[in-house]
């Protein structure tokens, strides 16, 4: 078996301003910095092996920041990983995104399905779960994956059979979600991700699914 972490990139200026990102590649913001070292002091307790990517920079400059702090080495970088595109709907207000398209689950022009999110996601997480057991095997490994919003969602619905993430539920940046990747077969450990709150140098781990 295997430990995955899965950690949403910290904050950046369009996810301040509401503002879909998508593939669009927007850097993290100075809050999204210290998103990523209150979530480096809570993956401490995990004691992780290596850490992996989406290659958009807000996703990389959050696994950096981790790896830094817990002495791990460079993060691998993982295409499947990358954040849903959005198509027409990259650079709108979630509020005016919502009020053309209805929610996240419509048809958008040049936007994948979840379906398309969910299966590229899971296709690369199962490589990243063959390489730490090629690496470490008979001793189960712990692993972070730093990634996105909308992979994230995608795998909670998948592993929950869709109740997951609940209606009005938003995933917070830098929240940590923690899955077991065993048989084959993917399950979440915990129902209610742990949200890292940067509070000037102290991490707080707060139980609640908020607004990012």
Known sequence: MTLLTLVRHGQTDWNLARRIQGSTDIPLNDTGRADAHAAAAVLAELRPDAIYTSPLVRAR?????????LGLPEPGVTRGLREREFGDGEGMLVA??????GDWHAEVPGAETMAQVRDRALDSLERIVRASRRRSAPRAESIVVVSHGGVIRALLQHVSGGTLPREGD?????????FLAERGTLRLLDEVPVQVVAAGDTAVVTAETVEA
């Open 61 to 69: 400059e959050t696994a950096q920041i981790i790896a830094g702090e």
């Open 170 to 178: 938003v995933l917070r940046n830098g929240s940590v979600h923690r």
């Open 96 to 101: 005016d995104y919502l009020a053309r398209y």
